[in-house]
T-cell receptor, first 112, second 113 residues
Framework: DAGVTQSPTHLIKTRGQHVTLRCSPISGHKSVSWYQQVLGQGPQFIFQYYEKEERGRGNFPDRFSARQFPNYSSELNVNALLLGDSALYLC???????????FGSGTQLSVL | DQQVKQNSPSLSVQEGRISILNCDYTNSMFDYFLWYKKYPAEGPTFLISISSIKDKNEDGRFTVFLNKSAKHLSLHIVPSQPGDSAVYFCAASPTSGTYKYIFGTGTRLKVLA
């Protein structure tokens, strides 16, 4: 069975640009969460979606947005990129809204 | 404000010995705790979890202990193997609310052969 898949694996952008990251959950999982991991820190919660509805949002500016599609895949969008947005962006899926997370390998975003 | 703390950034242990990784939390509303392992260039992998109604959970070589009064949990790996070398994150969540997990900063475990 395929695990959580994320694309792209690596991305280089410049300040002010926009980026879209994509995630496909494990088959049968209805919840997708997004986390940001800065070097030397633990993953930090950005969003959770369950059954296509936003269930939680972390302490991130409105430049960050996300959505979940009818097939439960998800996109994370970041507008007006800043240097500080450089990080590993992790997507995780779970069966339900409050169950253990299964992570993808992440998208490494570098903002120059 | 770091609600989940892993105060040891790194730990080295000899192969075959016990590895003990520690985690402290400050929010008394947390009642579900997990440990994840992360290898370079991979996402975190779930290892073991414990809910606040228990004080111990075992899975093979891995045991997690929870001390609610001290707001402290620990992961024991016995015996440690070189393949256990990775970064270990503890995470905490209330069972209600936004269902977000709060992660610690991680401990890098190195098991020496």
């Amino acid at each position: 069975d395929a695990g959580v898949t994320q694309s792209p694996t690596h991305l280089i952008k410049t300040r002010g640009q926009h980026v879209t990251l994509r995630c496909s959950p494990i088959s049968g999982h209805k919840s997708v969460s997004w986390y940001q991991q800065v070097l030397g820190q633990g993953p930090q919660f950005i969003f959770q979606y369950y059954e296509k509805e936003e269930r939680g949002r972390g302490n991130f500016p409105d430049r960050f947005s996300a959505r979940q599609f009818p097939n439960y895949s998800s996109e994370l969008n970041v507008n007006a990129l800043l240097l500080g947005d450089s990080a590993l962006y992790l997507c995780a899926s779970s069966l339900g809204a409050n169950e253990k997370l299964f992570f993808g390998s992440g998208t490494q975003l570098s903002v120059l | 404000d770091q609600q989940v703390k892993q105060n040891s950034p790194s730990l080295s242990v000899q192969e075959g010995r016990i590895s003990i990784l520690n985690c402290d939390y400050t929010n008394s509303m947390f009642d579900y705790f997990l440990w994840y392992k992360k290898y370079p260039a991979e996402g975190p992998t779930f290892l073991i979890s414990i809910s606040s109604i228990k004080d111990k959970n075992e899975d093979g070589r891995f045991t997690v202990f929870l001390n609610k009064s001290a707001k402290h949990l620990s992961l024991h790996i016995v015996p440690s193997q070189p393949g256990d070398s990775a970064v270990y994150f503890c995470a905490a969540s209330p069972t209600s609310g936004t269902y977000k997990y709060i992660f610690g900063t991680g401990t890098r475990l190195k098991v020496l052969a």
